[in-house]
């Protein structure tokens, strides 16, 4: 599994629609052949900062997004809302997706 973290810093003016924005390029993405998740998630202590957490189920999936329109059409929709140069994490892990938490559970 190929697993991506983004961390956005957003401009002020497009944090509260920033979700908004995002939409078609994260339903798209969501309904890719190779998409495992696809995340997003706001900062409690700053409300300009994205974390977007993503999956795929290989490179060629991977690789499959990032020629893809909808890929495109996104960066040139988020290249006018960002602050600064997102950060990236991109790793390969072993599985196909989450796994349970050995260490929490719910009480009974």
């Known amino acids: 599994?190929?697993?991506i973290a983004v961390r956005f810093d957003v401009r002020?003016?497009?944090s509260d629609n920033w979700l908004t924005l995002v939409d078609e390029f994260t339903r798209a993405t969501r309904n890719e052949p190779g998409n495992l998740f696809y995340d997003w998630s706001r900062s409690v202590d700053d409300p300009t900062?994205?974390?977007l957490l993503e999956a795929f189920t290989?490179?060629?999936a991977g690789a499959a997004h990032v020629a893809s329109d909808h890929f495109k059409a996104g960066m040139e929709?988020?290249?006018g809302a960002i602050a600064s140069t997102p950060e990236i994490i991109n790793v390969e892990v072993p599985?196909?997706?989450w796994s349970a938490m050995a260490e929490l559970s719910p009480r009974d």
Do not use: C, S, V
């Open 1 to 3: 599994m190929i697993f």
């Open 12 to 14: 002020p003016e497009h």
């Open 49 to 51: 900062k994205y974390t």
């Open 58 to 60: 290989d490179a060629e």
């Open 77 to 79: 929709t988020l290249a």
């Open 95 to 97: 599985g196909q997706g």
